[in-house]
Every structure is written in structure tokens, then in C-alpha cells.
């Protein structure tokens, strides 16, 4: 498997600096800030791209899972929320909440809600962060 990565550039303190975050090849770049961070500022933040990383890991993972279960899915749309905390004095991604919802012909609501769980569960980004509360909202359309 390929390696990816990402980088940032930041100048100045931590409150008046300013930098850009990047994925690896480019197709994504923003700026950031103390302000887009923990106030209501322009530009994204770490949380908004592990927001971004786990619905699309979630989705694909999903979207699988559907496919292998004899239910290929039309469409997936999920939201994710990161809720960043003070915990011990130090901020903390507390919890993160995933609202999907799919489009899947043929499948009642019960066995979607069991493959959305086993996708909350395995994809990587849920793994990664084991160590935060991740709520599932799944629906279907």
C-alpha cells in the first residue's frame, strides 16, 4: 500500500501566526489560524480534515460492506462532526458524530443499520481514532 501524507506550514504564535495545511499531491489546500481553529475564523482546521477524512473513509468503507452484503448502494452522503474539547487542561477531540445517509435499494432498515455499525467499526479512520466517542446517525433515504 502507498504511503500518503500531508503537510503544514505555519508562522508566527500560536494566536497571531496564520499557515497552510496540504495533501500530499495537492488536491486539497487551506489555510488556517488560532481563529478557523478555536473561534469562528476564515479558513479550515485539523478537526474540519479529520472531519472530511472519516466520512469519506466511513463511506467507502460502507459502501463496501453494502455491495458484498448484496446491496450495492446508489449514493452515500455523511456528515462528520468533531467535537474538540478541554480535558485534563489540554484540547482534546472528545467525540465524533457520523450522520450518513444512503440510498440502497432492496435493503430494510435493520440490516443497514447492522452494516453501517461493522463500517463505524473497521474503516481506518474509526480505528484511528479508537480513542474518541464515534456516534453513528445512519438513515436510509
Known amino acids: 500500500m502507498p504511503v500518503r ?7 508566527g504564535t500560536l494566536t497571531d501566526g496564520s499557515g497552510t495545511v496540504r495533501t500530499g499531491r495537492g488536491g486539497l489546500t487551506g489555510n488556517y489560524s488560532y481563529k478557523s481553529r ?21 463511506s467507502m468503507a460502507l459502501a463496501k460492506l453494502l455491495a458484498d452484503a448484496g446491496h450495492p448502494p446508489q449514493s ?22 457520523l450522520h ?11 440490516e443497514f443499520a447492522k452494516q453501517a455499525e461493522v463500517a463505524k467499526a473497521t474503516c481506518p479512520i474509526s480505528r484511528l481514532v479508537a480513542a474518541a466517542e464515534v456516534v453513528l446517525d445512519a438513515r436510509l433515504a
Open 5 to 11: 501524507t500531508g503537510s503544514a506550514h505555519w508562522q
Open 38 to 58: 478555536f473561534e469562528e475564523g476564515e479558513g479550515t482546521n485539523p478537526e474540519e480534515l479529520v472531519a472530511a477524512a472519516h466520512a469519506g473513509c466511513f
Open 76 to 97: 452515500i452522503d455523511t456528515t462528520a462532526e468533531v467535537k474538540l474539547e478541554r480535558v485534563d487542561g489540554q484540547m482534546t477531540i472528545t467525540q465524533i458524530t
Open 100 to 110: 450518513t445517509t444512503a440510498s440502497v435499494p432492496g435493503i430494510d432498515a435493520e
